[in-house]
């Protein structure tokens, strides 16, 4: 059947099924500051995670606005508790959530120890869920 502008736009639709794209992507080694072999699934979330947490958000011209975290600015204010309580969140969550791997961030736990942050929190993927810890 040809495409005609007469026949009603359900016949000239065609439904295509959406395809995840593969997420293989290097290894970072962030400790040794080295590159290693491939990894693809949860573990190349895991890792886009850490580096999108670890990025500061328009620092960098290689990277979109989207990429990154804005955590830095927070981070070097005094800031109330409360705040932080609400805040810390809301950015975590901005940074990673327009990945298309991760469906949802929740289940912040912040705890402070001296000078440190520990925040903790779990990432809904197209994989799994991931428990996630970082410190500030």
């Known amino acids: 059947m040809a495409l005609s502008p007469l026949s009603k736009p359900e016949e000239r639709a065609v439904r295509i099924a959406k395809k995840s794209k ?17 990894i693809d ?41 409360p705040l932080l309580q609400s805040e810390i969140p ?19 736990q912040i705890r402070r120890e001296n000078d440190a942050l520990f925040v903790s929190f779990a990432v809904s993927t197209t994989a799994g869920i991931i428990h996630e810890e970082v410190t500030l």
């Open 41 to 81: 699934g949860t573990g190349a979330v895991r890792q886009f995670i850490r580096k999108a947490l670890a990025t500061p958000r328009y620092r960098y011209l290689i990277y979109d606005g989207q990429y990154g975290c804005e955590m830095e600015s927070l981070i070097a204010q005094t800031v109330p508790a």
């Open 90 to 108: 809301r950015i975590i969550k901005e940074a990673l959530i327009y990945d298309d791997r991760i469906k949802d961030v929740n289940s912040f």
């Open 22 to 38: 593969p997420s293989k992507t290097y290894s970072l080694d962030f400790d040794n500051g080295t590159i290693g072999g491939l």
